[in-house]
T-cell receptor
Framework: KQEVTQIPAALSVPEGENLVLNCSFT??????LQWFRQDPGKGLTSLLL?????REQTSGRLNASLDKSSGRSTLYIAASQPGDSATYLC????????????FGKGMKLTVNP | EPEVTQTPSHQVTQMGQEVILRCVPI?????FYWYRQILGQKVEFLVS????????KSEIFDDQFSVERPDGSNFTLKIRSTKLEDSAMYFC?????????FGPGTRLTVL
C-alpha cells in the first residue's frame, strides 16, 4: 500500500530564504507526482506535476524534482515571500490501473516578513 | 482558466439527514473524483467516475455514499444518512490526463 510522507510537518522561515520541501513515497512504481498548495480552509491548487519519466519541472520560483528509484521528491521555493505561506501537499498516482491520488499530510509553511 | 466549482461552500446538517454535494467539473474533462479531508488529517480518495460509472472506490465509500452525473455538467455526491464522522471538507476533482484539478471544497458539518 502506497504511503506518502512529508517531513517536517511545519516550517517557519524569514522572507527571502530559499526553501526545500521534502516528500517521500514507499512504492516507487508511480505514474506521476503532483505538488499542491492549500490555503487555510480552501481548496487544493495544483502547482507542478512531474511524470515518472521526468526528473524535474519548473514554474516561476518553484522547481520540483523527482528521484523515483529512491522514492523522493523535493519542491524548491526560491526567494520565499510571505504570500508563499500555505500548506504544501504532495501526492502520487501509483501504477497498477488506479487513478487515485495518495496524499501526504502536508507541510505548513510560514514565511515571516 | 477553467475551474472546478462546488456548491455549497458550507453545509450544516443533522445526523441522519441526507446531503447532496454538487460539483461542476471542467467541461472537457472525462474523469471525476471525490476526495475528503477530515480536519487535521490527510486528503483521502473516495471515488472516481468515468464514462457514467464508478471506476474505483475506497473502503470509505460504503452504501451510504453514491455519486451521479445527472446531466452533462453536474457531478454530485450523496450521503444518505450522515454520521458525525462524515464531518469533513469534501473536494471534487476532474482530469482529462493524469493532472487533477480540484474545486474549492464543501465543508460539511454534521451535528
Amino acid at each position: 500500500k502506497q504511503e506518502v510522507t512529508q517531513i517536517p510537518a511545519a516550517l517557519s522561515v524569514p522572507e527571502g530564504e530559499n526553501l526545500v520541501l521534502n516528500c517521500s513515497f514507499t512504492d516507487s512504481a508511480i505514474y506521476n507526482l503532483q505538488w499542491f498548495r492549500q490555503d487555510p480552509g480552501k481548496g487544493l491548487t495544483s502547482l507542478l506535476l512531474i511524470q515518472s519519466s521526468q526528473r524535474e519541472q519548473t514554474s516561476g520560483r518553484l522547481n520540483a524534482s523527482l528521484d523515483k528509484s529512491s522514492g523522493r521528491s523535493t519542491l524548491y521555493i526560491a526567494a520565499s515571500q510571505p504570500g508563499d505561506s500555505a500548506t504544501y501537499l504532495c501526492a502520487v498516482i501509483t501504477q497498477g490501473g488506479s487513478e487515485k491520488l495518495v496524499f501526504g499530510k502536508g507541510m505548513k509553511l510560514t514565511v515571516n516578513p | 482558466e477553467p475551474e472546478v466549482t462546488q456548491t455549497p461552500s458550507h453545509q450544516v446538517t443533522q445526523m441522519g439527514q441526507e446531503v447532496i454535494l454538487r460539483c461542476v467539473p471542467i467541461s472537457n474533462h472525462l474523469y471525476f473524483y471525490w476526495y475528503r479531508q477530515i480536519l487535521g488529517q490527510k486528503v483521502e480518495f473516495l471515488v472516481s467516475f468515468y464514462n457514467n460509472e464508478i471506476s474505483e472506490k475506497s473502503e470509505i465509500f460504503d452504501d451510504q455514499f453514491s455519486v451521479e452525473r445527472p446531466d452533462g455538467s453536474n457531478f454530485t455526491l450523496k450521503i444518505r444518512s450522515t454520521k458525525l464522522e462524515d464531518s469533513a471538507m469534501y473536494f471534487c476533482a476532474s482530469s482529462v490526463g493524469r493532472r487533477k484539478f480540484f474545486g474549492p471544497g464543501t465543508r460539511l458539518t454534521v451535528l
